[in-house]
């Protein structure tokens, strides 16, 4: 089976391994290459090394918020460069939602996260990249 994901690389972001764990399973199929960080500091750190295609990202991490981290890796950027965002969080504002759109998000959505749905919008993403 062919991906759209196949050898792309994408950076799992968040500080609880049960969740790092299920979308690293959910992802295993595609064929992207998965690497983790559990704080935003070390994002940060491995965005700047090495920009991955596509991270997902969770709002609340310790170190370096969510927000810090797209302000930190997005920050005069066109909007759809590398490396793509999704955010997830537990937190239901609406304003967080705003706020992460104007930082330039790409998806956002609220835990629990199908994950069915988060590997569609990945491949939806990375395969308009690809055709853009």
């Known amino acids: 089976m062919s991906s759209v994901l196949e050898g792309k690389r994408i950076l799992l972001v968040d500080d609880d391994p049960d969740i790092i764990q299920s979308i690293e399973a959910a992802f295993e199929p595609s064929g992207a290459i998965i690497e983790t960080a559990t704080n935003g500091n070390k994002a940060v750190e491995m965005c700047e090394a090495n920009t991955p295609d596509l991270m997902i990202l969770d709002m609340m991490l310790p170190g370096r918020s969510g927000f810090l981290v797209l302000e930190k890796v997005k920050a005069r950027k066109p909007r759809n460069a590398k490396p793509l965002v999704i955010m997830i969080t537990g937190n239901p504002g609406g304003r967080h ?13 609220n835990k629990p996260v199908k994950m069915d749905k988060l590997v569609a919008t990945a491949e939806q993403l990375l395969s308009a990249e690809a055709s853009a």
């Open 97 to 109: 939602k705003m706020y992460a759109e104007s930082l330039g998000v790409s998806a956002y959505f």
